[in-house]
Nanobody, 123 residues
Framework: AQLIESGGGLVQSGGSVRLSCAAS????????MSWARRAPGKGLEWVSS???????FYEDTIKGRVTISRDNAKNTVYLQMNSLKPEDTAVYFC??????????????????WGPGTGVTVSS
């Protein structure tokens, strides 16, 4: 399994960005997927997940500003982020989830990770 994130960059506060997670070696429709982030000097923070049946989950403080989605034909998972704030600055990772994962996921419930894509929000 391989995951490659893209779409990060420098964004102004209040702006939007769409992150992509292209998968290979498996079908994103067959696994639950998540986005997590690591801000500078901080630990890993779960952002959002999409279950196999398409149900979506969001971290409470970011809910309403982000949307996770999946394009099975492109085998890609997306994270649309709006109304960006400087505190959204982080490296964003996508990951597959092991069966039995919970909300919020614990570290051991993630399975395969991408290398991440950086988002910097300027004030």
């Amino acid at each position: 399994a391989q995951l490659i994130e893209s779409g990060g960059g420098l964004v102004q506060s209040g702006g939007s960005v769409r992150l992509s997670c292209a998968a290979s070696g498996f079908a994103v429709s067959n696994v639950a997927m998540s986005w997590a982030r690591r801000a500078p000097g901080k630990g890993l923070e779960w952002v959002s997940s999409i279950a196999i049946d398409g149900t979506t989950f969001y971290e409470d403080t970011i809910k309403g500003r982000v949307t996770i989605s999946r394009d099975n034909a492109k085998n890609t998972v997306y994270l649309q982020m709006n109304s960006l704030k400087p505190e959204d600055t982080a490296v964003y990772f996508c990951a597959t989830m092991r069966s039995g994962w919970g909300i919020p996921p614990i570290l051991g419930e993630y399975q395969y990770w991408g290398p991440g894509t950086g988002v910097t929000v300027s004030s």
